[in-house]
């Protein structure tokens, strides 16, 4: 049994909406052995060292269900049990998981497909890893995979282990209650390392935390609370209740220190924290060098201070309000006249509320070197048997992360006590703030019974507060999330999903420039970058979840646009969980036979995940089939059709009843861009008016244009703004790198294109045809090399018998094809369909064949390039210099536009079949101003 493939999804993916890993699982010959066979022996086994598995209802969706699954006559086979083992292992290290599916995969036997969630990426597969070696563990030698299982391995001590090394990854409970508290108010959050550094929120609105400290925790506060004798200069010079101390740096210096501040003394670290190095109640000389010598193992210098009686308090205050109050106790146990001391902390572990580290809300105590030497002051040993009632300490702090308890007395506190806490935290600067404070009663004020306070802690931990031993758990998170995002602020910034097999790179630009004319500030993922306002920051392919992470991430932008591409998708899942927009253009046959897509129909359930997690608006094609289906598996609050087709009957059915749409109309002066909207009737713009279009001829550009105008429209933009993006957007290298691209400047006319599979290599070649051509249509042609024999055949036929001269060409990397293989199969697939021989040249070589190409052409030609390289493509064709110059082709005069008056008085036809008048809409004049 081994893991034969493993893909992490970090977002919406073809298996779950939230983040899964996936396991291709080869059982080899275990496949003939299933629980069923394995006997119950092999169960009881299981849940004996995974007691949670009990609780797992699988099929049955009842506790037991499990179990009563592994114990039927067939049983289920161990892909199925290593599911739930993986599950429950991040279960017992504190992560609250529990989908999981578990298929078979057709024509190979023994091979599963195993889906789980995870909360935490490495600890997800460290999970999958440590259950195929415990389900290997517990199988009879005989049928044991060789090697599976180390000799030495300990199933205890590898839980453990496990159990440690997903907290080391894991939010701290302080960091994990924020982000909760974060996510009960619908903010969105991104964990920006491998500690404790949050982003809450998007863009320009969000805020950032590092455990307790936020983005508005000032800098000098935090350096105030970490000096701890200044902390107690300010704080007695505002006549608060401190001890008296002195700083030291060294053992001699300490002593003296500690004989002229009286004994009991207590030690502590200059700048330390979490009660590391803290000694207390030092009662001679050789505690204090004993004391000093611990604290230095911390700071260089150390703090010598007078020791206050009184239970050790926690006061948290926030944003100026004191929210919760902790009494703690250090790690002891309580005698009973039986039991040595160690088997008192063996049956005080036991307790289901003590974990390892932070797993739980209460740590294990242990038996360390502190514990022996707070032993050896009480004069008892780990074997003594304390008497009844005697309580044990073993740590000097009452950290809980060092075995300590913690009682909520919130409601108790005394008014003078709570003031005198907020008064600090206001003296040192911060926003969150935990002062220690001792008193022997909280419940009366420390004017009339005394005590101090300690420290003053920027960073507080919250989980004594949200998780208290004893009394009410209270909610210390919320205030500070409230804080930081008050009532009504926004979090999130309007987000477009854009996907399909063409045309998504070109509509995004679109719809990022229209953004930005509407006064935004986008940033946008695509095919060749990642752009923040315009700029470029990241070069490459982004359509995945990283380059959407990076958008979201930028402290500037204020709405964001993603193109979303199959790969991605299919490699590692979408980078957020939602959208507000979800646009899908076309489903058309590229990348098929790739990461087990087979078929046009396993396409379109890759591209239908975008308008799943569309919240407000899904965008659809109508024209195309298999998008249009894919509004039954929508739940966005709008349902947005984009046709070109006015007679659309489904189309029509849905305006009619009050749904939205963008149609391509029909009138006397072209064609219209129309939006319908709950019965309104909203003229957008001529198509010849938008310069990508090429006047109109450019029909993919005129359904992008729609596409761009129906998302802008869903994004609450303005039909004003919308018109004025498209009327400014055009398709030149700059603004739209390898996406229809004209050069006019040498006698012939190069039309300049990324087109990679046959639907976009044909929409080309129907432009080619569209425009006036007075010489030759030359076309350089090309495919992917990973792409299927019968998809380069289908780039062919694309553009079969449609141009005078065909030259045919290889990208730069082969993708497991011989040198000139693609040219060959193109060549050999042209001449199938009729194109002459010696209309055929295979030129290998992109240069060259671009090159050639431009060195036929004339006066009049068309010389349209399929390139891949593009810049270095686009450069060539730019700088290349005629051998003879020549007049450059008359270029198409269109007859001007009609004057306004007579455009607004044009009719159009419109998707219901009705004349309308303009002068009798109210928006006319815009729709064509």
Request: glycine share 10%; charged share 25%.
């Amino acid at each position: 049994m081994h893991i034969a493939d493993r893909s992490i999804y970090v977002g919406p993916s073809l298996y779950a909406h939230f983040p899964v890993i996936r396991l291709v699982l080869s059982l080899g010959e275990l496949e003939q052995w299933p629980t069923g066979r394995l006997g119950k022996t092999y169960v009881d086994a299981l849940v004996a060292a995974l007691p949670g598995l009990a609780e797992h209802g699988c099929s049955y969706r009842t506790p037991g269900g499990f179990i009563r699954r592994m114990n039927e006559e067939d049983g289920t086979w161990l892909g199925h049990v290593l599911e739930h083992v993986a599950i429950e292992l991040q279960n017992i290290a504190g992560e609250d998981v529990t989908f999981g599916k578990t298929r078979s995969i057709d024509g190979q036997p023994g091979h599963y497909t195993v889906v789980y969630e995870y909360a935490q990426r490495e600890e997800g597969v460290a999970a999958g890893e440590l259950a195929i070696k415990l389900l290997c563990s517990l199988l009879p030698e005989a049928i044991r995979p060789k090697d599976a299982v180390p000799d030495d391995w300990d199933w205890p001590t590898a839980r453990d282990a496990f159990i440690q090394y997903a907290q080391r990854r894991a939010l701290g409970p302080s960091t994990a209650s924020l982000v909760k508290a974060a996510e009960e108010r619908d903010i969105p959050w991104m964990r920006l390392n491998d500690q404790s550094l949050v982003q809450l929120g998007h863009g320009k609105y969000q805020q950032r935390i590092q455990a307790t400290i936020t983005a508005r925790t000032p800098h000098i506060a935090v350096e105030l609370a970490s000096d701890k004798e200044e902390t107690n200069k300010i704080l007695a010079g505002l006549g608060l209740p401190v001890p008296r101390q002195e700083l030291v740096q060294s053992e001699g210096q300490a002593v003296r220190a500690a004989n002229r501040l009286g004994l009991p003394v207590v030690t502590k670290p200059y700048n330390g924290n979490h009660g590391r190095g803290i000694s207390i109640r030092l009662m001679s000389d050789d505690e204090v060098k004993a004391g000093f010598a611990a604290a230095r193992e911390h700071s260089r210098s150390v703090i010598v201070e007078t020791f206050l009686e009184g239970d050790d308090h926690r006061l948290l205050v926030v944003n100026g309000e004191l929210v919760a109050a902790t009494k703690r106790t250090p790690g002891h146990v309580v005698g009973d006249g039986e039991h040595t001391i160690r088997q008192l902390v063996d049956i005080v572990n036991q307790d289901p509320r003590r974990g390892i580290g932070h797993e739980k809300v209460l740590t294990r105590l242990v038996l360390d070197a502190q514990a022996e030497m707070m032993m050896e002051r009480a004069g008892v040993t780990a074997d003594t048997v304390p008497e009844a009632g005697r309580a044990i300490y073993l740590r000097s702090t009452a950290n809980l992360s060092t075995g300590g308890t913690a009682t909520d007395v919130t409601d108790i506190i005394h008014p003078d006590n709570r003031e005198m806490a907020v008064r600090a935290i206001r003296a040192i600067g911060l926003d969150v703030g935990g002062v220690d404070f001792l008193s022997s009663n909280i419940a009366e004020s420390y004017r009339t019974i005394g005590g101090g306070i300690c420290e003053v802690n920027a960073a507080p931990g919250f989980r004594m507060h949200v998780a208290p031993s004893e009394g009410t758990p209270r909610d210390v998170a919320g205030p500070v999330i409230e804080m930081l995002f008050p009532a009504h602020a926004p979090s999130r910034v309007p987000i477009c999903a854009i996907t399909g097999t063409n045309g998504k790179t070109t509509t995004t630009r679109m719809l990022a420039h229209i953004a930005k004319m509407a006064g935004y500030v986008p940033g946008f993922t695509s095919t060749d970058g990642v752009y923040i306002d315009g700029q470029r920051t990241v070069e490459g392919d982004m359509t995945g979840p990283v380059s959407a992470r990076m958008v979201l991430a930028d402290p500037i932008i204020d709405l964001a646009v993603l193109e979303t591409a199959r790969g991605g998708l299919l490699r590692a899942g979408m980078g957020v969980s939602s959208v507000n927009v979800g646009a899908v253009l076309n489903v058309q046959s590229d990348h098929l036979g790739l990461k087990g897509v087979d078929t046009l129909e396993q396409l379109a359930e890759v591209k239908r995940i975008i308008p799943e997690v569309a919240t407000d608006c899904a965008v659809l094609n109508a024209d195309d089939p298999l998008v249009f289906k894919m509004s039954g598996y929508t739940d966005a609050k709008v349902l947005c059709y984009v046709t070109m087709n006015p007679q659309h009957a489904l189309v029509r059915e849905h305006i009619r009843a009050g749904g939205r749409a963008v149609a391509l109309e029909a009138g006397v002066n072209g064609q219209m861009i129309t939006v319908y909207d709950k019965g309104s009737h909203l003229p957008l713009l001529w198509t010849h008016l938008i310069p990508a279009t090429l006047e109109g001829r450019a029909l993919h550009n005129v359904q992008n244009a729609m596409f761009a105008a129906a998302c802008a429209y869903a994004l609450g933009m303005k039909l004003d703004a919308i018109r004025q993006g498209l009327r400014t957007f055009d398709t030149t290298f700059f603004q739209a790198p390898g996406r229809m691209n004209v050069f006019n400047e040498h006698p012939f006319k190069v039309l300049f294109d990324y087109g990679h599979n046959a639907h976009a290599v044909a929409t080309m070649a129907d432009l080619a045809q569209r425009l006036d051509v007075l010489g030759r249509r030359i076309v350089v042609l090309a495919g992917p090399g990973d792409r299927r024999d019968e998809d380069l055949h289908a780039i062919a036929d694309a553009v079969a018998g449609r141009f005078d001269h065909y030259i045919c060409r290889r990208d730069d990397a082969l993708r497991g094809r011989a040198a000139d293989e693609v040219p060959k199969i193109m060549s050999a697939r042209l001449q199938e369909k009729g194109v002459p021989a010696d209309a055929i040249e295979l030129i290998p070589d992109e240069q060259e064949a671009i090159e050639r190409a431009l060195r036929m052409g004339r006066s009049g030609d068309l010389v349209l390039i399929f390139a891949d390289a593009l810049t270095r493509s686009w450069k060539q064709v730019i700088k290349f210099k005629p051998e003879r110059t020549g007049e450059r082709a008359p270029e198409r005069r269109d007859v001007p536009a009609a004057p306004l008056i007579e455009e607004a008085a044009a009719a159009v036809v419109d998707i219901e079949g009705i004349v309308r008048d303009e002068r009798g809409i109210s928006v006319s004049r815009e729709a064509n101003d």
